[in-house]
């Protein structure tokens, strides 16, 4: 049976300290449901999906509420649950631009 995202887990996530992106990003992979197909990391970018998980959205809700990093590394959600996150870098731009 899934696990939820604890309060205390999805608070830690809404107040992360946004120069720690990649300590970030692993603390959510840790508690992501079926990071095996929703969850992916090239280099600096980083694809979550929800599957439709409401613990998934749970997640990326807290994301969304810690403002300092949705404005600094949100860079695209699309209809099905998928959100990109990157570091923006004129490299990851460009591989960005290529998907």
């Given at each position: 049976?899934?696990?939820?995202?604890?309060?205390?887990?999805?608070?830690?996530i809404s107040k992360w300290d946004c120069n720690d992106f990649h300590g970030l990003m692993?603390?959510?992979?840790?508690?992501?449901?079926?990071?095996?197909?929703?969850?992916?990391?090239?280099?600096?970018?980083?694809?979550?999906?929800?599957?439709?998980?409401?613990?998934?959205?749970?997640?990326?809700?807290?994301?969304?509420?810690?403002f300092i990093v949705w404005s600094f590394y949100?860079?695209?959600?699309?209809?099905?649950?998928?959100?990109?996150?990157?570091?923006?870098?004129?490299?990851?731009?460009?591989?960005?631009?290529?998907?």
């Amino acid at each position: 049976m899934a696990e939820y995202p604890t309060d205390e887990q999805l608070e830690k996530i809404s107040k992360w300290d946004c120069n720690d992106f990649h300590g970030l990003m692993a603390f959510i992979e840790d508690i992501w449901e079926y990071p095996e197909r929703g969850f992916d990391r090239d280099g600096d970018i980083y694809t979550l999906i929800t599957s439709g998980w409401s613990g998934n959205e749970s997640i990326i809700g807290a994301l969304q509420e810690n403002f300092i990093v949705w404005s600094f590394y949100w860079e695209s959600s699309t209809r099905g649950g998928k959100h990109v996150f990157a570091k923006l870098t004129i490299e990851n731009l460009e591989k960005l631009a290529k998907k």
